[in-house]
């Protein structure tokens, strides 16, 4: 039990700094956030609790190929908030584009064999 609070309180820890950097320097808070950190602890965790080099593998492919699809919510939230849409709406937005994007992602790597 204490294991789980270590990786909680880690990883939530990566999240406030990122949260606290980025009020006073908002594009070091994005290049922090940027960094696959959650990814990175997920895989030692795993290695950590079952040393199944196999599922980090099928983990760590399957984070790339789940990327690709997240990043035009990184430009289509600040276009949309530019234009005067609300963060709400603008947040919305991106989780559906990203939602659809991850559809499609997973149709199209189905027709080459790669089931995500």
């Given at each position: 039990?204490?294991?789980?609070?270590?990786?909680?309180?880690?990883?939530?820890?990566?999240?406030?700094?990122?949260?606290?950097?980025?009020?006073?320097?908002?594009?070091?808070?994005?290049?922090?956030?940027?960094?696959?950190?959650?990814?990175?602890?997920?895989?030692?965790?795993?290695y950590?609790?079952?040393?199944?080099?196999?599922?980090?593998?099928?983990?760590?492919?399957?984070?790339?190929?789940?990327?690709?699809?997240?990043?035009?919510?990184?430009?289509?939230?600040?276009?949309?908030?530019?234009?005067?849409?609300?963060?709400?709406?603008?947040?919305?937005?991106?989780?559906?584009?990203?939602?659809i994007?991850?559809?499609?992602?997973?149709?199209?790597?189905?027709?080459?064999?790669?089931?995500?």
């Amino acid at each position: 039990m204490a294991w789980y609070f270590i990786k909680l309180f880690i990883t939530a820890g990566i999240i406030v700094l990122i949260s606290e950097v980025s009020k006073k320097l908002p594009l070091l808070g994005s290049l922090i956030a940027s960094l696959p950190l959650i990814s990175v602890l997920g895989m030692i965790w795993m290695y950590g609790e079952t040393k199944d080099l196999q599922r980090i593998a099928d983990h760590a492919e399957g984070t790339f190929w789940y990327v690709i699809p997240s990043l035009p919510m990184f430009l289509l939230m600040p276009w949309m908030i530019r234009k005067g849409i609300s963060f709400p709406a603008a947040l919305s937005a991106g989780i559906v584009l990203t939602g659809i994007l991850y559809f499609i992602m997973t149709k199209a790597l189905a027709k080459f064999g790669m089931n995500l």
